[in-house]
């Protein structure tokens, strides 16, 4: 997450007392038995925010060294995962792996957190970064590529070309998603601001469709 105000505070368990359902660390799982979401700090990643921050400030406090770091994520998220019995393995992180966006696909953390996700079976990723509602499901991989990033900056009008047997949906717009999760099935979709269903997919015993 990049936030450019105190991240101390978000962190902070001190908003835990205040309310219990605030759950804020840079990486941690949350396990519903049937699901497991594993939430990824992917900021640190990202070379530019190093070598070209531009006229952003970044607070790298407990990043330092980097790639010891980068090193211990990938070791713990690796290590999670296998250690997973959840039927059902979501990735959760900020910036994009795949993505006809303004952003685009982050190339690091394609290049060094997509073989561990594919390597232990990961059905979903989810990001935000990109301010729009995409589905992408390539043919290199059996990962669902799910961008919620329709709370704001969004009808920016600035979409990349991407192959359309695998761009599922694009909406430039403002909006949100939902899921619902079984034992034996997974089901999500995008609507718009109205609630209008702009996309649905779904998952059964691992074989994926889409049904609009």
């Known amino acids: 997450m990049v936030y450019w105000g105190d991240v101390e505070a978000q962190l902070s368990p001190i908003l835990q007392k205040l309310d219990q359902r605030w759950l804020c660390l840079r990486s941690f799982i949350v396990d519903t038995e049937i699901a497991e979401f594993f939430f990824v700090d992917t900021t640190p990643f990202v070379d530019k925010y190093f070598t ?14 980097r790639k010891e770091y980068l090193s211990n994520i990938l070791k713990d998220v690796d290590s999670a995962l296998k250690d997973s019995t959840a039927k059902w393995k979501i990735v959760v992180g900020h910036h994009t792996m795949k993505s006809a ?11 060094y957190l997509l073989p561990i996700l594919e390597e232990n ?30 709370g704001s900056k969004a009808w920016r009008g600035d979409v990349g070309w991407w192959n359309p047997k695998e761009l599922e949906l694009y909406y430039d717009g403002q909006g949100f998603m939902s899921m619902k999760i079984t034992q034996t099935q997974v089901d999500i979709a995008f609507y718009d601001v109205f ?3 702009l996309h649905k997919w779904t998952t059964s015993n691992k074989h994926l469709y889409s049904t609009m």
Not at 101 to 111: D, L, M, P, R, S
Request: charged letters at 15%.
């Open 52 to 65: 070209d921050p531009e006229d952003q400030v970044y607070d790298w406090k407990g990043i330092s060294p």
């Open 101 to 111: 966006g303004t952003h685009g696909n982050t190339q690091e953390i394609n290049a």
């Open 121 to 150: 079976n990961v059905d979903l990723y989810i990001n935000g970064h990109d301010h729009c509602l995409e589905h992408i499901s390539s043919p290199d991989t059996p990962i669902q590529f799910l961008t919620s990033g329709g």
């Open 195 to 197: 609630g209008n269903v």
